[in-house]
């Protein structure tokens, strides 16, 4: 089992920039890859970006050039550095853990409770 605990969510102008973090607990976290995905109010949750165990990245592209995702499994923690945040990236960002197909399909086997981000002026 692994327990995912999501931070660094708030409230941000348009341009601004936010990093989330998610630490994991109860498992061996370097053999999992890691996603983020984001829910907005009416719409279906959507893959934000990935990252294998291996470290390779894999950015949807509303968040190519604009948002990085990094792991450091010494602190059992992945990271979205989100830049030149938009008002569309207003969403519940949620972290993932699981093998790399199943974290891409959307179905892995677990997730964090959410952080909430508003971009707003």
């Known amino acids: 089992q692994v327990q995912l605990v999501e931070s660094g969510g708030g409230l941000v102008q348009p341009g601004g920039s936010l990093r989330l973090s998610c630490t994991a607990s109860?498992?061996?976290?370097?053999?999992?890859?890691l996603a983020w995905y984001r829910q907005a109010p009416g719409k279906q949750r959507e893959l934000v970006a990935t990252?294998?165990?291996?470290?390779?990245?894999n950015y949807a592209d509303s968040g190519k050039g604009r948002f990085t995702i990094s792991r450091d499994n010494a602190k059992n923690t992945v990271y979205l550095q989100m830049n030149s945040l938009k008002p569309e990236d207003t969403a519940v960002y949620y972290c993932?853990?699981?093998?790399?197909?199943?974290?891409?399909?959307?179905?892995?086997?677990?997730w964090g409770q959410g952080t909430q981000v508003t971009v707003s002026s």
């Open positions: 993932s853990a699981d093998t790399t197909y199943t974290v891409v399909r959307g179905t892995p086997r677990f």
């Open positions: 990252i294998t165990s291996g470290g390779s990245t």
């Open positions: 109860g498992s061996i976290f370097s053999i999992y890859a």
